[in-house]
Nanobody, 123 residues
């Protein structure tokens, strides 16, 4: 089992920044690819970014490219999502997740999920 706890969400104005953190505990976190997803009210859960277990591979949704950066510190069992130039359409609950598979962007490929952290961006 892997337990994931997100933090760092909040309310910001458009153009602002936030840094989300996801602390992991349980089975070997260091061997698992990790991802960030988000879900806005009434919408499906969407892929945001993913990072391989060693941090050597990262992938982003088109909406995140150039603004968001995913990273991880395996010594601290934590992954991060630095979000810059936030837009109102980034408003959502953000979830971190871990997968027993490879570097994938589909929510169904992830077995472990955090409880989510709310990000609200006002115009």
């Amino acid at each position: 089992q892997v337990q994931l706890v997100e933090s760092g969400g909040g309310s910001v104005q458009a153009g602002g920044s936030l840094r989300l953190s996801c602390a992991a505990s349980g089975r070997s976190f260091r061997s698992l690819p990790m991802g960030w997803f988000r879900q806005a009210p009434g919408k499906e859960r969407d892929f945001v970014a993913i990072i391989s277990w060693a941090g050597s591979i990262t992938r982003y949704a088109d909406s995140a490219k150039g603004r968001f950066t995913i990273s991880r510190d395996n010594n601290k069992n934590t992954i991060y999502l630095q979000m810059n130039n936030l837009k109102p359409e980034d408003t959502a609950v953000y979830y971190c997740a871990a997968t027993l598979g490879g570097v994938r962007s589909t929510p169904n490929d992830y077995q472990y999920w955090g409880q989510g952290t709310q990000v609200t961006v006002s115009s």
